[in-house]
């Protein structure tokens, strides 16, 4: 994008800077395209898996029944709320992303200008969600491998045997996450491109 307003500026016709600014708009409504199918993918997962906080709630009521009234307990339900609040953390950490809903220091950002606000968010996903992601990635990607290989068990004799799908989780949490950091840079891209009101 830089290349294409240095050659704006030195010297091509008016009707090569139109064609120039033609494509790129066309490249950047392709990308917030794209941010939009991210976006979809996210939330459909988000709400999906968001059902999950019931199942949690339920279970570990059953839980403390089973342990309290009826002195017993059950190692696989145990693990099934371990389980279901790992899958809920990490599939819909994207769409809480999307949403705003993590944690964020507020110093600048509440009071920013939506340009400024933008600037950060494309900062902030190119030089710290994105690298943290494809780390994660890459750090995860064996953990998993190693674990399908041997097709990882728990190690309690009545637990779940699928350990193996719970550590593929992790570098689908980070995939999506790092998916999701694509789109908000390319909607924190489209609103610095923007002419400024």
Sequence with gaps: MVVMVVMVRHGTTVTESRGLCHHAQMTLS?????A????????AIGHSVAWLALAIVLLQFA???????????S?????????????????????????????????????????CKALIDLCGAVFLLLPFTLVLLWLSLPYA?????????????????AVFLLKS??????????????????????VLRAPAS
């Design 145 to 161: 491998q190693r674990s399908w290989a041997i097709l990882e068990r728990s190690q309690e004799t009545s637990g779940i045997p």
């Design 63 to 73: 839980l403390v029944v089973l342990r309290y009234v009826f002195d017993a307990g």
């Design 75 to 115: 190692i696989w339900l145990a693990e099934s709320v371990i389980y279901a609040h790992a899958t809920l953390f990490l599939l819909a950490a994207a769409w809480t992303l999307r949403e705003g809903g993590h944690v964020r220091v507020d110093i600048f950002y509440v009071d920013a200008a939506p340009r």
């Design 30 to 34: 392709r990308l917030t395209a794209l």
């Design 36 to 43: 939009d199918r991210i976006d979809r993918l996210n939330t």
């Design 169 to 190: 989780l992790i570098p689908l949490f980070a995939l999506l996450l790092a998916l999701q950091g694509v789109a908000q840079a390319i909607r924190a891209a489209a």
